[in-house]
């Protein structure tokens, strides 16, 4: 199954959060770039000091413990409440509607 997950991310090509259990480290913003056999290649960035690295790693699918992929961000400053859209804002057909108003 987790193979399968792995899969539909590499599709979506998203930026995702892979924890490798076997050298306890969290690979930030990764991109899984292929999935060979039991073998996937992601994609990843560093900064030290000056400069920037770009890391391209090929990790075992079992030596993955964790994946992660983030949803949405809402940032912390210089946001006025009001500027966040509420669900009373949504379009009247994309509202979820309470039971009772669904008969």
Do not use: F, N
């Not at 290649?41 to 690295?53: H, K, L, M, N, P």
């Amino acid at each position: 199954m987790l193979h399968r997950k792995i899969y539909q991310l590499c599709e979506a090509k998203s930026d995702v959060w892979i924890y490798l259990k076997d050298q306890g480290r969290l690979v930030e913003r990764a991109k899984i770039l292929d999935i060979e056999g039991d073998v996937v290649t992601i994609r990843y960035e560093t900064e030290e000091e000056d400069e920037i690295c770009a890391w391209e790693e090929m990790v075992r699918l079992d030596s993955i413990g964790s994946i992660s992929k983030r949803i949405s961000a809402v940032p912390r400053t210089h946001v006025d409440p009001a500027d966040i859209p509420t669900a009373e804002e949504c379009h009247p057909s994309e509202q979820i509607q309470p039971d009772s108003e669904k008969k």
